[in-house]
C-alpha cells in the first residue's frame, strides 16, 4: 500500500467519509468573491474568514512551509437523527450540533496527521479556523461540490458533513478539484425560512437564522417570529438537498429538542456544561437564554408567561428586550399588566422602545 493509499484507508477507517489532497496555491476565485460579500455587506459583520480573507485564502499566510492540504469529511448522520414535528415547551437544535461532531473529526484528522507524522513530515490540523476556507479547500481536493446553499456537498453524504484539514510540508499527489454542480436545482433557495439565499452560492448572514441564533446582540424584530422552535442552527436549506436525501431517510432516531424551560432556568455554569460546544458569543450564555426567549413567544401560549416574566425585570438588558417582545407575543392580562408596569420604570431606551411595540401588539391582539 502507497503513502497516499495509506492515508485514505487510514482516514475512512477512522470515521471520515472522504478525504482528498489539494496544493497550497492562493484560492484566487474565493478571495474575490469573499471581498464582494463584504462589500456587499452579506457578511454581517463578522469576523472569522471575512475579518483576515486575504490570510483565510493563501495557506502559506499562517504556514510558510505548506506544500499540501488534506482534507476531511466526517458525516454526523445518521447519528444526530431528527428533532421530528414540534413538541410542547421545547426547542429545536441543528443537527450539526446535537453532539459536538467536530470530536469525531478531529480524531480522523489526527489519524491522518500520525501517518504523516511517521514519515518525517510536519502536520497541523486546522478545523474551523479562520486561517483557512475550509469549504474552498474541500472543493479544491475533490472532497465535494459547492451547493447553491453555500454548503460543499459530497456525494451520497451531500451537506450533512464537517470539514477540516492537516496542513503538512509533504509533497502529495493532488486531488482534482471537484467543479459539479447542482444543475437546475434550487431546492435550497426557496426552503430558506427568510430568503437569505440571495443567489446561488451567495447567502446573506444578516437573514440568515443559524448565524443570527450564533450572533451577539438584538435579534432582529421582523426575523423573530420567523425563528420559530430554532434555540440553535437552521437545517432547512439542508433538508431539502437532494444530494443529501437518502442520508437523512436514515437519521430516524429522535434526537436535537432541549427544554426551554431549562434553558431560561439554569445556572451559567450548567449551561456551558451541556451546550459548551456550541458557538456562544463571549462565552455569554445570555445569548442562550435570548434564543430561547423568543422560541417561547413565538409558542403563542399564555401559560409560559410565568416562566417569562422574571426576565423583564432581569439586570441584563437584552434579557428584558426579549421577553418584552415574547410577553408581548403571548398576550393576556397578566403579560399585559408587567409590560406597563415596566413601561414606567425602563430606563434603557431600546427596552422601552420594545415595551411599547410589545404593548401595541399585545393590545390589538387582545
Given at each position: 500500500?502507497?503513502?497516499?493509499?495509506?492515508?485514505?484507508?487510514?482516514?475512512?477507517?477512522?470515521?471520515?467519509?472522504?478525504?482528498?489532497?489539494?496544493?497550497?496555491?492562493?484560492?484566487?476565485?474565493?478571495?474575490?468573491?469573499?471581498?464582494?460579500?463584504?462589500?456587499?455587506?452579506?457578511?454581517?459583520?463578522?469576523?472569522?474568514?471575512?475579518?483576515?480573507?486575504?490570510?483565510?485564502?493563501?495557506?502559506?499566510?499562517?504556514?510558510?512551509?505548506?506544500?499540501?492540504?488534506?482534507?476531511?469529511?466526517?458525516?454526523?448522520?445518521?447519528?444526530?437523527?431528527?428533532?421530528?414535528?414540534?413538541v410542547?415547551?421545547t426547542?429545536?437544535?441543528?443537527r450539526?450540533?446535537?453532539?459536538?461532531?467536530?470530536?469525531?473529526?478531529?480524531?480522523?484528522?489526527?489519524?491522518?496527521?500520525?501517518?504523516?507524522?511517521e514519515?518525517?513530515?510536519?502536520?497541523?490540523?486546522?478545523?474551523?479556523?479562520?486561517?483557512?476556507?475550509?469549504?474552498?479547500?474541500?472543493?479544491?481536493?475533490?472532497?465535494g461540490?459547492?451547493?447553491?446553499?453555500?454548503?460543499?456537498?459530497?456525494?451520497?453524504?451531500?451537506?450533512?458533513?464537517?470539514?477540516?484539514?492537516?496542513?503538512?510540508?509533504?509533497?502529495?499527489?493532488?486531488?482534482?478539484?471537484?467543479?459539479?454542480?447542482?444543475?437546475?436545482?434550487?431546492?435550497?433557495?426557496?426552503?430558506?425560512?427568510?430568503?437569505?439565499?440571495?443567489?446561488?452560492?451567495?447567502?446573506?448572514?444578516?437573514?440568515?437564522?443559524?448565524?443570527?441564533?450564533?450572533?451577539?446582540?438584538?435579534?432582529?424584530?421582523?426575523?423573530?417570529?420567523v425563528?420559530?422552535?430554532?434555540?440553535?442552527?437552521?437545517d432547512?436549506?439542508?433538508?431539502?438537498?437532494?444530494?443529501?436525501?437518502?442520508?437523512?431517510?436514515?437519521?430516524?432516531?429522535?434526537?436535537?429538542?432541549?427544554?426551554?424551560?431549562?434553558?431560561?432556568?439554569?445556572?451559567?455554569a450548567?449551561?456551558?456544561?451541556?451546550?459548551?460546544?456550541?458557538?456562544?458569543?463571549?462565552?455569554?450564555?445570555?445569548?442562550?437564554?435570548?434564543?430561547?426567549?423568543?422560541?417561547?413567544?413565538?409558542?403563542?401560549?399564555?401559560?409560559?408567561?410565568?416562566?417569562?416574566?422574571?426576565f423583564?425585570?432581569?439586570?441584563?438588558?437584552?434579557?428584558?428586550?426579549?421577553?418584552?417582545?415574547?410577553?408581548?407575543?403571548?398576550?393576556?392580562?397578566?403579560?399585559?399588566?408587567?409590560?406597563?408596569?415596566?413601561?414606567?420604570?425602563?430606563?434603557?431606551?431600546?427596552?422601552?422602545?420594545?415595551?411599547?411595540?410589545?404593548?401595541?401588539?399585545?393590545?390589538?391582539?387582545?
Amino acid at each position: 500500500m502507497d503513502l497516499v493509499e495509506r492515508i485514505r484507508a487510514t482516514a475512512v477507517n477512522s470515521g471520515l467519509v472522504d478525504v482528498g489532497i489539494c496544493g497550497v496555491e492562493t484560492f484566487s476565485e474565493a478571495l474575490e468573491a469573499i471581498k464582494l460579500r463584504i462589500e456587499a455587506g452579506f457578511h454581517a459583520g463578522m469576523a472569522f474568514t471575512f475579518g483576515d480573507p486575504a490570510s483565510a485564502t493563501d495557506v502559506r499566510a499562517s504556514f510558510p512551509w505548506a506544500e499540501r492540504l488534506v482534507v476531511g469529511a466526517l458525516a454526523y448522520l445518521p447519528a444526530a437523527g431528527s428533532p421530528g414535528p414540534a413538541v410542547a415547551g421545547t426547542a429545536r437544535v441543528a443537527r450539526f450540533a446535537v453532539e459536538d461532531y467536530y470530536l469525531p473529526l478531529r480524531r480522523g484528522l489526527e489519524a491522518v496527521a500520525h501517518v504523516i507524522r511517521e514519515e518525517g513530515s510536519s502536520a497541523e490540523i486546522v478545523i474551523d479556523d479562520s486561517r483557512l476556507m475550509d469549504r474552498v479547500a474541500a472543493v479544491h481536493a475533490g472532497v465535494g461540490w459547492w451547493g447553491k446553499s453555500a454548503m460543499v456537498l459530497v456525494p451520497a453524504y451531500g451537506p450533512w458533513v464537517l470539514l477540516g484539514s492537516v496542513v503538512t510540508d509533504l509533497i502529495l499527489p493532488t486531488d482534482r478539484p471537484m467543479w459539479r454542480d447542482c444543475g437546475t436545482c434550487t431546492a435550497c433557495m426557496p426552503a430558506c425560512p427568510t430568503g437569505a439565499i440571495v443567489a446561488p452560492g451567495v447567502v446573506d448572514a444578516r437573514r440568515c437564522l443559524s448565524y443570527l441564533a450564533q450572533s451577539p446582540g438584538i435579534i432582529p424584530r421582523e426575523l423573530r417570529s420567523v425563528m420559530g422552535d430554532r434555540l440553535y442552527g437552521c437545517d432547512d436549506c439542508l433538508e431539502v438537498c437532494p444530494p443529501g436525501g437518502r442520508l437523512l431517510e436514515t437519521a430516524t432516531e429522535r434526537r436535537g429538542r432541549v427544554d426551554v424551560a431549562d434553558v431560561l432556568t439554569a445556572d451559567d455554569a450548567k449551561l456551558l456544561a451541556r451546550f459548551g460546544h456550541f458557538y456562544i458569543p463571549d462565552r455569554e450564555v445570555r445569548h442562550l437564554r435570548r434564543n430561547a426567549l423568543v422560541v417561547v413567544g413565538n409558542t403563542g401560549d399564555a401559560e409560559a408567561v410565568p416562566l417569562v416574566l422574571p426576565f423583564l425585570g432581569h439586570h441584563d438588558w437584552l434579557l428584558r428586550l426579549h421577553a418584552a417582545w415574547a410577553l408581548g407575543r403571548l398576550g393576556g392580562a397578566a403579560a399585559l399588566l408587567a409590560l406597563r408596569m415596566r413601561s414606567s420604570g425602563e430606563r434603557r431606551t431600546e427596552v422601552t422602545e420594545e415595551i411599547l411595540l410589545s404593548l401595541a401588539d399585545a393590545e390589538e391582539s387582545a
